[in-house]
Each structure stands twice: as structure tokens, then as C-alpha cells.
């Protein structure tokens, strides 16, 4: 694959994921201020349909995508040292991963009594 193509792989995801979160924030913020005020339990129940914890997920893969785009193609560009890039791009996966892991396990959470 070319440099090219790599940088136009990036972009397309960049622009993708950007597109869902900015469509999934609309979605939520017009939900939002059209219901009334919820409780736990009630906030409980709606995370827990399916369509909901789904849209969560995607939109939570979408946010950690569209970072690890982001910080890798300004620490590829602006760190030049090949060595202490490696080190942070690791640091910044290790902690992407665990934020997902983290939030796999919140959405999971929901379905449990």
C-alpha cells in the first residue's frame, strides 16, 4: 500500500468516526431535551435496550478510533525522534485499550441484576 492510500485510509476513518459522533451527539441532545428528568433505574432501563447499548458502543469504538488517528498522525508529524514516538504511540494504545476495555465492561454492567 502507498503512502497515499495510508493517508487517505486515515482521513476516511478520521472523517467517518467524526461524522457518527456528530450525528450520535445531535441524536442524544434533541432526546435529551425533548423527555423529562430520569432516575438511575430509568437511565438503567434505556442503556440497557439493545439499540442503545449498541449505538453506545459504536459511538465509544468511533471516539477511540478517531483519537488514536488523530494523536498518532500529530505525534508522526511532530515528533521526530523514531524512538521516543514509539514509546509514546505505545503509552497512548495502552491507554486507549484500557478505555475500551473499561467501557466494555460499563455497557456490560447494564445487562447484569
Do not use: K
Not at 482521513?11 to 430520569?38: D, H, K, N, P
Not at 434505556?46 to 447499548?53: A, C, F, Q, Y
Amino acid at each position: 500500500m502507498t503512502f497515499r492510500a495510508q493517508g487517505m485510509r486515515a482521513w476516511l476513518v478520521q472523517r467517518l468516526s467524526a461524522v457518527y459522533l456528530a450525528v450520535f451527539l445531535i441524536a442524544v441532545v434533541i432526546w435529551y431535551f425533548s423527555t423529562g428528568e430520569y432516575s438511575y433505574d430509568q437511565w438503567r432501563h434505556l442503556v440497557g435496550h439493545p439499540l442503545v447499548n449498541v449505538a453506545l458502543a459504536l459511538c465509544f469504538i468511533a471516539l477511540l478510533v478517531h483519537a488514536w488517528v488523530g494523536m498518532r498522525d500529530v505525534l508522526v508529524d511532530y515528533v521526530p525522534a523514531m524512538g521516543l514516538r514509539f514509546f509514546i504511540l505505545i503509552g497512548i494504545a495502552a491507554t486507549l485499550v484500557a478505555m475500551g476495555v473499561w467501557t466494555a465492561l460499563l455497557l456490560m454492567s447494564v445487562f447484569s441484576p
